[in-house]
């Protein structure tokens, strides 16, 4: 019995070490790299779907990274043939229900957000998107640097199996 009675006194009277209290550790964002290996133009539902998924991981806090790679890289190829400063995406409008669904996950307006695909990519990129093209694509397709549209910094293979590295997640179009 002294003993229990000794020992609570001795709980009472030392004194309470502070608990440290548990410091939020911050989570580095996830890096989504979008790899655009296909044609984004008016014919087909990926030039709806890549700046949903870019936007979507925007809205998440995520950082994005987009690639122009393999055939992809004619979304970003100037001109006609008679010339011009148009890419394939610049002559595809977005539709007002579609703007509207970005703008949502945007946190603007459907006004705030352009009305074709080529300027809502250069729209994505001031917003933190990391926007290049595979160097050695663009000469394949016989792309000089004069024909193609500079919101992609054009890259070597070696950024490229970098930026592959580094992605936390990887979607492919």
């Known amino acids: 019995m002294k003993a229990r009675a000794l020992l609570a006194l001795m709980v009472l009277l030392l004194p309470a070490s ?7 550790v911050a989570v580095p964002p996830r890096t989504y790299l979008v790899h655009v290996k296909t044609l984004l133009n008016g014919d ?17 806090g995520h950082k994005v990274v987009v690639l122009f790679d393999a055939e992809g890289v004619l979304s970003l190829k100037m001109g006609r043939w008679f010339g011009g400063h148009s890419t394939p ?14 703008a949502g996950l945007l946190g603007t307006t459907a006004e705030g957000i352009p009305e074709i695909y080529g300027s809502l990519l250069h729209f994505l990129k001031g917003r933190g998107v990391s926007v290049y093209v595979n160097k050695q694509a663009l000469s394949l397709r016989g792309i000089d640097d004069e024909h193609f549209d500079h919101v992609a910094e054009a890259v070597e293979e070696e950024r490229i199996a970098e930026l592959l590295a580094a992605a936390g997640t990887y979607v492919s179009y």
């Open 44 to 60: 087909t539902d990926r030039t709806v779907l890549v700046p949903q998924v870019i936007a979507g991981a925007l809205k998440k």
């Open 18 to 24: 502070p608990v440290p209290a548990v410091e939020a």
């Open 89 to 102: 995406i610049d002559r595809v409008e977005i539709a007002a229900k579609e703007r509207l669904h970005l």
